[in-house]
Nanobody, 126 residues
Framework: QVQLVESGGGLVQPGGSLRLSCAAAGFTVDYYAIGWFRQAPGKEREGVSCISSIAGSTYYTDSVKGRFTISRDSAKNTVYLQMNNLKPEDTAVYYC???????????????????RGQGTHVSVSS
């Protein structure tokens, strides 16, 4: 049974950092593409980042490039999203997702992927 559990969200001041974790069960993260999307109140869902299987190619939406880094730890079967220099506009609930495939395709499709976690809330405010 595929299961994704996010953690690591919280309240942080602008310019601060958080690391989100996505612990996977029922499959091995090395063999499937894993992505993150976010949803802010009153806004559309936004694909944030993705890491493909095997080669581990990474992709980011323009607004987070240079600030966010996606990675995975095979031993822990976990995918991370390191978020630095956070801005108020990064405030949202963040979800990790997988679709059972190897490739990321377009980030805008991440919110449609079949399996997602319960989400973790990130709030950036002074």
């Amino acid at each position: 049974q595929v299961q994704l559990v996010e953690s690591g969200g919280g309240l942080v001041q602008p310019g601060g950092s958080l690391r989100l974790s996505c612990a996977a069960a029922g499959f091995t993260v090395d063999y499937y593409a894993i992505g993150w999307f976010r949803q802010a109140p009153g806004k559309e869902r936004e694909g944030v980042s993705c890491i493909s299987s095997i080669a581990g190619s990474t992709y980011y939406t323009d607004s987070v490039k240079g600030r966010f880094t996606i990675s995975r730890d095979s031993a822990k079967n976990t995918v991370y999203l390191q978020m630095n220099n956070l801005k108020p506009e990064d405030t949202a609930v963040y979800y990790c997702v997988t679709d059972g495939g190897e490739y990321c395709s377009v980030l805008s499709n991440l919110s449609k992927w079949s399996f997602r976690g319960q989400g973790t809330h990130v709030s950036v405010s002074s």
